[in-house]
C-alpha cells in the first residue's frame, strides 16, 4: 500500500517482514519466537490487506545443527501453531527460507523451490558494473 508501483499497492497486500539470522547454535524456540512476533504483529490487522512474513535467512545453517531447530517448522507451516494449540487465521504467516543448499525433502516439499545455475563470465561483468554504477562501461 506505500509502494511508488500502482501493481503493487492496488494488487497486493502489505507485508511487515520478520528476519532472523540462522546458524548452527540456532534452536527451535528462538525459531518459534520469530513465528509468535510476526503472529502477534498481525493479530489486529485486516488480513485481506496486511500480512507478515517469517525471512529466515542461511535456514541452512540451521539444518547442520545437532538440536534440530528447524523440526519446529513443521507444525508452523501446516497449522501456524505448535502442539495443542488452536489453529487461526492469525496464526498462519507466510514465510521464505534462504540458504545456498537443499534442506532435506520432508521440508522442501512444503514450499516452492527456486534454484539459481552459477552465473558465467558475462553475468558476473554484469552485476559488477551495476553494483558499481557503471552500467554502460
Known amino acids: 500500500k506505500k ?9 497486493f497486500k502489505e507485508i511487515q517482514m ?5 546458524s548452527p547454535i540456532s534452536t527451535s524456540e528462538s525459531i518459534l519466537g520469530i513465528f ?4 502477534k504483529f498481525q493479530e489486529n490487522k485486516d488480513l485481506n490487506e496486511y500480512t507478515t512474513v517469517v525471512v ?3 535456514i541452512g545453517l540451521a539444518e547442520d545443527s545437532k538440536k534440530l531447530p528447524l523440526k519446529i517448522l513443521h507444525p508452523l507451516l501446516e497449522d501456524g501453531c505448535v502442539d495443542d494449540e488452536t489453529p ?7 514465510f521464505v527460507g534462504i540458504s545456498n543448499w537443499a534442506l532435506d ?6 514450499g516452492i523451490l527456486l534454484s539459481r545455475t552459477p552465473p558465467d563470465k558475462n553475468d558476473l561483468i554484469k552485476i ?6 557503471k552500467e554502460n562501461l
Open 128 to 133: 559488477g558494473k551495476g553494483i558499481a554504477g
Open 18 to 22: 520478520f528476519t532472523y539470522q540462522c
Open 36 to 39: 509468535r512476533q510476526c503472529q
Open 56 to 58: 529466515l535467512d542461511e
Open 3 to 11: 509502494s511508488d508501483s500502482e501493481i503493487f499497492r492496488n494488487h
Open 105 to 110: 525433502p520432508a521440508k522442501m516439499n512444503r
Open 88 to 94: 487461526s487465521k492469525t496464526k498462519k504467516v507466510a
